[in-house]
């Protein structure tokens, strides 16, 4: 495993990051901009992150930004067709550009 980049390696423990509201209806809500910059510290593009708990799609929302690719595992369907029409709908976005 390689050394996190430099810019974005010198963290305290307690990260201020705004919980927004992605409209998902998950009880958990994991902010995009905490996997994004995860995503962005600890992998290169190109390279494919794995989230076993997929929910309603914000790491891989964060992978497309990132320009990685992405695995997700989600049981609960109606997660799983929320987190499609995420994908999607970032995708279609990267199209208009």
Request: with cysteine.
């Amino acid at each position: 495993m390689r050394a996190p980049r430099a810019e974005m390696s010198r963290r305290f423990n307690v990260w201020k990051v705004d919980r927004e509201n992605n409209g998902s209806g998950h009880p958990a809500i994991f902010p995009e901009d905490l996997a994004r910059a995860h995503i962005y510290t600890w992998s290169d593009e190109g390279d494919t992150v794995l989230d076993p708990f997929m929910g309603s799609g914000t790491t891989a929302v964060a992978c497309i930004k990132e320009k990685r690719h992405f695995i997700g595992f989600e049981l609960n369907e109606e997660y799983w067709k929320k987190a499609c029409q995420r994908i999607d709908a970032e995708q279609r976005q990267l199209s208009l550009f």
